[in-house]
């Protein structure tokens, strides 16, 4: 069973940056798609960008996109999401997924904002913006 753990989240002040990790632990994530989700209070899951782990492919929301990058180091079974700009709206726990590349269905534009589709969560890390 794959297990994640996140790291990296924070107080930052608006425009500033974060990076967060999400690693694998005994368990590669070649054959994975992984996703990134944040969760504000009262709110539902929203996707926010994908990796395809074995191609590299990745995906990214229009609310983050041109702010955050994704990016995988198969070696350290990791995966990042650095986020940039980020504006009091980012706020929100963010959680790293990952759904088995040969299991999905459905384009990644679509995977990527389905939460349902991943099998397996990280514990999440909260991201807060503010002065």
């Known amino acids: 069973q794959v297990q994640l753990v996140e790291s990296g989240g924070g107080l930052v002040q608006p425009g500033g940056s974060l990076r967060l990790s999400c690693a694998a632990v005994g368990y590669t994530l070649d054959f994975y798609v992984i996703a990134w989700f944040r969760r504000a209070p009262g709110k539902e899951h929203e996707g926010l960008s994908c990796i395809v782990n074995s191609s590299g492919t990745t995906y990214y929301a229009d609310s983050v996109k041109g702010r955050f990058t994704i990016s995988r180091d198969n070696a350290k079974k990791s995966v990042y999401l650095q986020m940039d700009s980020l504006v009091p709206e980012d706020t929100a726990v963010y959680s790293c997924?990952?759904?088995?590349?040969?299991?999905?269905?459905?384009?990644?534009?679509?995977?990527?904002?389905?939460?349902?589709?991943?099998?397996?969560w990280g514990q999440g890390t909260q991201v807060t913006v503010s002065t």
């Open positions: 997924a990952a759904a088995y590349l040969f299991n999905l269905k459905n384009p990644l534009e679509v995977v990527c904002h389905d939460a349902n589709t991943f099998d397996y």
